[in-house]
């Protein structure tokens, strides 16, 4: 359902993703790993437009949305995403939070839309931080605010950016519950994550990027258990350690 | 606590500028106010300095109000033209629609030059000189005039032009310390940019400028006091006419002094209690939770 083909992406002179390939088939879980500063993130952020490749086609369910004719706005909307650092908006309460992208983008009538939200959070175990602002909640809390906020729109498919590196260990679990939750439900999700457990346990593949290029993409048993590129060893290595 | 002593400062302020005016005229000078145009040697006039600097008080604040909310507008779109993105080169060349492209950048380079330009020429310039040149300019623009309408409007124009300047700054700030990932996440569920900006960016920026903006607006109100110098019917006008040709120069200039304070010192409390109420939730001064379980936080 999602696809991408021949992406190019450089940020003033340094390239960042030098022609990646890759598809997510409906349902499926992806872990993308790789060294920092092997352009994970801006993968990620090519899938929703977030960042404009400069090179490549990007497709939804087989239609190429990186054209001008398609408003990115648009594309958002149909996919989801979770952020390392939350990016709660701070002056809103948890619920306005979900609420804002309904009411605002979809033109969900505010009563149905406040109805929904607060069914989110509930699923995400906030049930009762509806009121709560973000400076007053745990990391942990932000993470699965922010999750609620993305499902709002009812996307079809989630990207994860990192999503618990910048938690403190005891908060972690909380969120990747939430996540394996979604990932049972059936969501198409692209999770950039070094939570072995979650990648190994969730994932149905993974792939390895490094220098802006995927390296390899295997199944998370044989990606950990045996990498077969160089690098990928020396990547699992490390984090395995 | 602070509300007993603001209101103890008020009480004592009142009474100050009673025992002032008093003074002006138990000192059993009578007090020469032909300047101001009438016979004041005919009926009871105790008092009529208080009325007098009520009035001119008035004009002042009058004075400060208008000019900062046009300055508002003025320094909104200078600090939002100063935070435009500029698009590099490379990047309209390589966009598909080359004269939009080419457009727009050159509107956000032309936009943004105009801004800082305009914020150097007036954070680089005394308001003295600022106040005199626009009077001068009106001078020869509108000969014809009378003088008293003709000195306001340029008054206003130069106070206008200063703080809009000046909030332009303040401004600029605010919008620059939302931080990106703000921006993102608004991008990220399909807020278009005016939505972002409406909803995202605007509520958070206001927030943060709003002790700035109190204070600049108090600074004006005192900046207003060097429209004396074109001879706008403010405070300090005043108080120079009627000290230039009365010998109670320190009565006449203890009593202005109450006079300013009578209005700063409210308006700092007003600013305290909206910076209360607009204050984000669980961030800044007051009884907030710290977030817990973010590293480094």
């Known amino acids: 359902m999602i696809r991408l083909e021949g992406i190019h992406k450089s940020f003033g002179d340094v390239p960042v993703l030098r022609g990646v390939d890759l598809e997510v088939r409906t349902g499926e879980v992806l872990a993308l790993v790789g060294p920092s500063g092997s352009g994970k993130s801006t993968l990620l952020r090519c899938v929703n437009l977030l960042v404009v490749p400069d090179q490549g086609r990007v497709l939804l369910d087989g239609a190429q949305v990186n054209r001008p004719d398609v408003r990115p706005e648009w594309v958002r909307q149909q996919v989801g995403m979770v952020f390392q650092s939350f990016n709660l908006f701070s ?39 509806l009121g709560a602002y973000p400076a007053e909640l745990s990391g942990g809390q932000q993470q699965r605010v922010a999750i609620a906020r993305a499902l709002a729109m009812g996307p079809r498919a989630m990207l994860f950016d990192e999503p618990t590196s910048a938690l403190d260990p005891e908060y972690i679990q909380e969120v990747l519950d939430v996540m394996t939750e979604l990932a049972r439900e059936g969501m198409t999700m692209i999770v950039v994550t070094h939570e072995m457990s979650f990648a190994r346990n969730v994932a149905q593949r993974v792939v390895f990027l490094d220098g802006g290029q995927i390296l390899e993409e295997a199944p998370p048993a044989e990606f950990f258990g045996a990498p077969r590129h160089e690098r990928a060893r020396n990547f699992v290595g490390k984090i395995l350690r | 606590m602070f509300r007993g002593l603001d209101a103890a400062a008020a009480v004592a302020l009142i009474a100050v500028i009673l025992v002032m ?58 600090g939002w033209a100063r935070t435009l993105r500029l698009t590099s080169w490379r990047e309209v060349r390589e966009d598909g629609r080359f004269a939009r492209a080419l457009l727009r950048a050159l509107a956000r380079r032309a936009a943004s030059r105009v801004a800082s330009f305009y914020v150097e020429i007036v954070r680089g310039t005394p308001l ?29 124009t130069a106070l206008t032009l200063n703080t809009g300047g000046y909030q332009a700054e303040i401004f600029r700030a605010g919008f620059q310390s939302v931080p990106p990932g703000q921006i993102e996440a608004a991008n990220s569920i399909g807020l278009n940019p005016r939505q972002t900006m409406r909803r995202v960016i ?39 006419s009627v000290a230039f040709v009365n010998p109670q120069v320190f009565e006449i200039f203890l009593l202005l002094t109450a006079m300013y304070l009578l209005v700063t010192l409210p308006l700092g409390r007003v600013a305290q209690s909206l910076e209360r109420r607009y204050r984000m939730a669980g961030l800044g001064l007051g009884p907030a939770r710290a977030a817990r379980g973010v590293r480094g936080g």
């Not at chain 1, 983008?105 to 995400?124: F, N, S």
């Not at chain 2, 005039?145 to 003709?150: G, H, I, L, V």
């Open chain 1, 91 to 129: 002056h809103l309460t948890a619920l306005e939070n979900v609420t804002l992208g309904p009411t605002r983008v979809k033109g969900i009538a505010r009563d149905a839309a406040r109805r929904e939200g607060t069914a989110l959070l509930q699923r995400v175990g906030l049930g009762d931080k």
């Open chain 2, 202 to 240: 605007l509520p958070q920026a206001l927030r943060l400028t709003l002790p700035p903006l109190t204070n600049e607006f108090i600074s004006l109100f005192k900046s207003s006091s060097l429209l004396f110098v074109i001879s706008v019917a403010e405070l300090t006008d005043l108080a120079k």
């Open chain 2, 128 to 156: 003295f000189v600022q106040i005199v040149l626009i009077w001068s300019i009106f001078l020869t623009a509108f000969p014809d005039w009378d003088q008293n309408p003709r000195n306001l409007l340029a008054g206003l």
């Open chain 2, 21 to 78: 005016a008093s003074l002006i005229f138990l000192g059993g000078r009578d007090l020469d106010l032909s300047f101001y145009g009438r016979d004041w040697d005919s009926g009871p006039y105790e008092g009529v300095i208080l009325v007098l600097f009520l009035q001119a008080a008035g004009v002042s604040l009058t004075a400060t109000a208008l000019s900062f909310l046009l300055g508002l507008g003025l320094g909104f779109t200078a």
